[in-house]
């Protein structure tokens, strides 16, 4: 079974700091990779994608994918209450359309 | 406004009874999907759809059913036979088979007692 892992937190960082979440997953082919952002009782919104090695810089969002790890991370940087939250990490793996969805790490950022 | 719509936002029903969801989308996109969502649960694939009239099990499709008559709706049928229907659904699609990009739309809750 193809798995996506991530940990469930709760990731609590204050106000300004940088937070870092992480995910690792176990089809070493997979060749996409998607942070999305849920709020509670919302629908997950699509924030970063990430498809080469390296760094992918998006405003205050940062990817970073190391695929020899298997390893993908996103860092938010100065850290907003608004930023408080359930990251999911997805990836797409080798063949088909489907997409592997971890459990998600939940964020609180403290004023 | 391009976007993914559900409805209903809530649904109620009695254990016993089907139900079916709806999901359109003016994205003009391919694919589309169907998830479930438990609390503190990642995304469970129900059925996807790559093209109109062709669609594949998820892992876990028993008790659901699904069809793709039009590139823009593609409805899920939430049947008696699935054993726990109580969860949070949800209706996704992405831009064929280049980005795999998903989005979703707001995702529609079911109770049922």
């Known amino acids: 079974q193809k798995e996506v892992e991530q940990n469930s937190g709760p990731l609590s960082v204050p106000e300004g700091a940088i937070a870092s979440l992480n995910c690792t997953y176990s089809?070493?082919?997979?060749?996409?990779f998607f942070w999305y952002r849920q709020y509670s009782g919302k629908s997950p919104e699509l924030i970063m994608s990430?498809?080469?090695?390296g760094d992918k810089e998006d405003g205050r969002f940062t990817a970073q994918l190391n695929k020899a790890s298997q390893y993908v991370s996103l860092l938010i940087r100065d850290s907003q209450p608004s930023d408080s939250a359930t990251y999911l990490c997805a990836v797409k793996g080798t063949g088909g359309f489907k997409t592997i969805f971890g459990a998600g790490t939940r964020l609180f950022v403290k004023a | 406004d391009g976007g993914i719509t559900q409805s209903p936002k809530y649904l109620f029903r009695k254990e016993g009874q089907n139900v079916t969801l709806s999901c359109e989308q003016n994205?003009?996109?391919?694919?589309m999907y169907w998830y479930r969502q438990d609390p503190g649960q990642g995304l469970r694939l129900i059925y996807y759809s790559q093209i109109v009239n062709d669609f594949q099990k998820g892992d876990i499709a028993e008790g659901y059913s699904v069809s793709r008559e039009k590139k823009e709706s593609f409805p899920l049928t939430v049947t008696s036979a699935q054993k726990n229907p109580t969860a949070f659904y949800l209706c996704?699609?992405?831009?064929?088979?280049?980005?795999?990009?998903?989005?979703f739309g707001p995702g529609t809750r079911l109770t049922v007692t």
């Open positions: 996704a699609s992405s831009d064929g088979a280049q980005l795999y990009e998903q989005y």
């Open positions: 990430i498809y080469s090695n």
């Open positions: 089809d070493r082919g997979s060749q996409s």
């Open positions: 994205l003009n996109h391919d694919a």
